[in-house]
T-cell receptor
Framework: GEDVEQSLFLSVREGDSSVINCTYTDSSSTYLYWYKQEPGAGLQLLTYIFSNMDMKQDQRLTVLLNKKDKHLSLRIADTQTGDSAIYFCAENGSSASKIIFGSGTRLSIRP | DTEVTQTPKHLVMGMTNKKSLKCEQHMGHRAMYWYKQKAKKPPELMFVYSYEKLSINESVPSRFSPECPNSSLLNLHLHALQPEDSALYLC???????????FGDGTRLSIL
């Protein structure tokens, strides 16, 4: 079946880079997503990558996709306190309309 | 700020009440979604509308009744809810069914 896995917690020092990793099972995904959820808020579509791409960069964010290993990562450069949130990895799998979410990685920032 | 607007932000209701959650988007998206999110969990899909027609119902209890009056609006009518229905209800929209989904800030629902 379709499954997305990610670690539950990550703690980094302010100013360092954060790398959040994710593995997925469905190789038919068209898109792979990273969503950010701050406390008490909805999900913000942070970035996404087409399955035929290897890398996407958007300001401080870099997404890397390894299709062979079904591994997706999100790198946040120069991590700031405002980056504290839960980050969900997701894919649309074999269903065009249904997103499969990972459990979310809680990113905390140390001063 | 999100381009998907949900109202109300908070709702407290008794188990015998009838209330509605509303969602609006003006991005010209033709697919709209309802999700339920419990604390410390990822969102769970409830309903999908495509071109104002119900496309997916993820075996949601009939006490939740969705409605899509037009391409910009999505409602979720609530009746006789249970305490376990307390959650954050998220609306999302996308240009089409296979396109990236954009979420609203949600309605936090508490059932007494």
């Amino acid at each position: 079946g379709e499954d997305v896995e990610q670690s539950l917690f990550l703690s980094v020092r302010e100013g360092d880079s954060s790398v959040i990793n994710c593995t997925y099972t469905d190789s038919s995904s068209t898109y792979l997503y990273w969503y950010k959820q701050e406390p008490g808020a909805g999900l913000q579509l942070l970035t996404y990558i087409f399955s035929n791409m290897d890398m996407k960069q958007d300001q401080r964010l870099t997404v890397l996709l390894n299709k062979k290993d079904k591994h997706l990562s999100l790198r946040i450069a120069d991590t700031q306190t405002g980056d504290s949130a839960i980050y969900f990895c997701a894919e649309n799998g074999s269903s065009a309309s249904k997103i499969i979410f990972g459990s979310g990685t809680r990113l905390s920032i140390r001063p | 700020d999100t381009e998907v607007t949900q109202t109300p932000k908070h709702l407290v209701m008794g188990m015998t009440n009838k209330k509605s959650l509303k969602c609006e988007q003006h991005m010209g998206h033709r697919a709209m979604y309802w999700y339920k999110q419990k604390a410390k969990k990822p969102p769970e899909l409830m309903f999908v509308y495509s071109y104002e027609k119900l496309s997916i119902n993820e075996s949601v209890p009939s006490r939740f009744s969705p409605e899509c009056p037009n391409s910009s609006l999505l409602n979720l009518h609530l009746h006789a809810l249970q305490p376990e229905d307390s959650a954050l209800y998220l609306c999302a929209s996308s240009a089409g069914l296979s396109q990236p989904q954009h979420f609203g800030d949600g309605t936090r629902l508490s059932i007494l």
